[in-house]
Nanobody, 128 residues
């Protein structure tokens, strides 16, 4: 079992920045990849960014490239999502997820079915 706890959400104005954190505990040594997903009002859950836990290689959805950065601190078992130049359309509940089973290409990291543990989510609201 891996437990994930997100933090760092909040209410900001368009153009501002926020940094989300997700701390893993339990069998964190089994983590192979971590990702951020989001679900906006009236929308389905969508992939945002992911990182390979050992190599640090990253993968982003097109709408956040150049604005968001995912990073990790292996010693702290924590993944971060630095969000800059926030837009109202970034408003969503942001979920951290981790995959501990199987090996996948980086280009497959958008698939939510390769993550087997999920956090409770943190709200990000961007006002115009």
């Amino acid at each position: 079992q891996v437990q994930l706890v997100e933090s760092g959400g909040g209410l900001v104005q368009a153009g501002a920045s926020l940094r989300l954190s997700c701390a893993a505990s339990g069998r964190a040594f089994s983590i192979q990849r971590m990702g951020w997903f989001r679900q906006g009002p009236g929308k389905g859950r969508e992939f945002v960014a992911a990182i390979n836990w050992s190599s640090g290689s990253t993968y982003y959805t097109d709408s956040v490239k150049g604005r968001f950065t995912i990073s990790r601190d292996n010693a702290k078992n924590t993944v971060y999502l630095q969000m800059n130049s926030l837009k109202p359309e970034d408003t969503a509940v942001y979920y951290c997820a981790t995959g501990t089973q199987g090996y996948y290409r980086l280009s497959d990291y958008y698939r939510d079915n390769i993550y087997n543990y999920w956090g409770q989510g943190t709200q990000v609201t961007v006002s115009s």
